[in-house]
């Protein structure tokens, strides 16, 4: 079991930047990766970025050289830092982990709006 806690959305401006945080807790030698993504109302839920616990990552097109994976493996959490941000990144945000025997655990989700 891991535990996946999300915090940090809120409401922007176009152009403007927000951080989310993910702590996750439990079996946490078994993760292989982690990332962030989003959702939504009537849409399924898309992969916005992911990271290896080794550092490799993977951004979708719609936000590459704007958000920014990261992660801390002493305080065993993730991070998104969102910038240049635009009405369309408007979603429910949500952070995954995946283990190595292929569960997957999801935080709650965090609201990321953002105003024209």
């Known amino acids: 079991q891991v535990y996946v806690v999300e915090s940090g959305g809120g409401l922007a401006q176009s152009g403007g930047s927000l951080r989310l945080s993910c702590t996750f807790s439990g079996r946490i030698t078994s993760i292989d990766f982690m990332g962030w993504y989003r959702q939504t109302p009537g849409k399924e839920r898309e992969l916005v970025a992911t990271t290896t616990v080794g550092g490799t990552t993977n951004y979708a097109n719609s936000v590459k050289g704007r958000f920014t994976i990261s992660r801390d493996l002493m305080k065993d959490t993730l991070y998104l830092q969102m910038s240049s941000l635009k009405p369309n990144d408007t979603a429910v945000y949500y952070c995954?982990?995946?283990?190595?025997?292929?569960?997957?655990?999801w935080g709650q989700g965090t609201q990321v709006t953002v105003s024209s």
């Open positions: 995954n982990v995946h283990l190595y025997d292929d569960l997957d655990y």
